[in-house]
């Protein structure tokens, strides 16, 4: 058996583009060599790797077995390849995936520090929501995920790295805005403006804050923290959303945060931020550092 990388790399190609022209423009090479290239692998390996499902390329049950070692076997080979480079401690792209929140607000100042520190300039990163990092993870299509909703993915390790507060916000002109203290019953029947399906902010929301209020409706889902908080000015429902997000529109005066409830029903706004890499991915030394300087990083 003759496996070589080119085959490999081709093949990790092909599960992030679905079809062999997306792979192909991918890899600057023709379609017919990227066809060649995959057939003979599976030749080779003696089974198909893939599914054909309507002109797209779906990894099936054998692909995923050998998805890991492909991923491994690559970032080896990087490795080797840069392995007498004196001009770098840490060679290779990190590709990084952030949910919305850290993507806007932590992940440039922890990336500017590791950058600093470890003199690594060459870092992509995939700003989404919590679901979607995951399933990119999951696809190989991603090196770690920095998310505010935890995985329970068993393919996926997580680990808290950092936290970030929550807050409830509204527009200034509400009643409830304009109380100097509230309880959860002066938000029944209330409205709300929520994130997607698969954020951390919705998942956030209905774990903590919706079972304190027995009736209250979902008036939009948007997908972007900016559309949220101007809906919220606007006077259209009110919205859960990180700290860190809101500050700049509380700020302004567009938006208030309500303080914490009187009368009990206390709740803990603090919400952790997850380290999330797939359990087979191979650590390399690049990644192992990024993952020790995440442990170790101060956000105050």
Known sequence: MHISLKQLNVFTCVTQHKTLTAAAKALYLSKAAVSMALAELEKQLGHPLFDRVNNRLVLNQEGHKLLPLADELLSRANNISQLFDADHAFTGQLKIGASDTLGNHVVPGLLSQFRQQHQHFSQSVVISNSRLICQKLLDYEL????????????????????????????????????????????????????????????????RTIAPQIESWHEVFELNTTEALINSVAAG???????????????????????????????????RPFWLVVHKDKYHSPLLKSFIEFCHQWDNS
């Open 143 to 206: 090196d770690i995920g920095l998310i505010e909703g935890k995985s329970h993915h068993p393919e996926l390790i997580a680990t808290q790295f950092s936290h970030d507060e929550m807050c409830i916000i509204a527009a200034p002109h509400l009643p409830i805005s304009l109380q100097a203290q509230w309880t959860f019953n002066d938000l029944e029947q209330s409205e709300w403006i929520l994130r997607e399906a698969g954020s951390g902010s919705r998942e956030f929301f209905l």
């Open 236 to 270: 259209l429902g009110l919205g859960c959303l990180s700290a860190l997000g809101a500050q700049y529109a509380i700020n302004d005066g567009r938006v208030t945060q309500l303080d914490s409830p009187i009368k009990g029903n206390h709740i803990n706004m603090q």
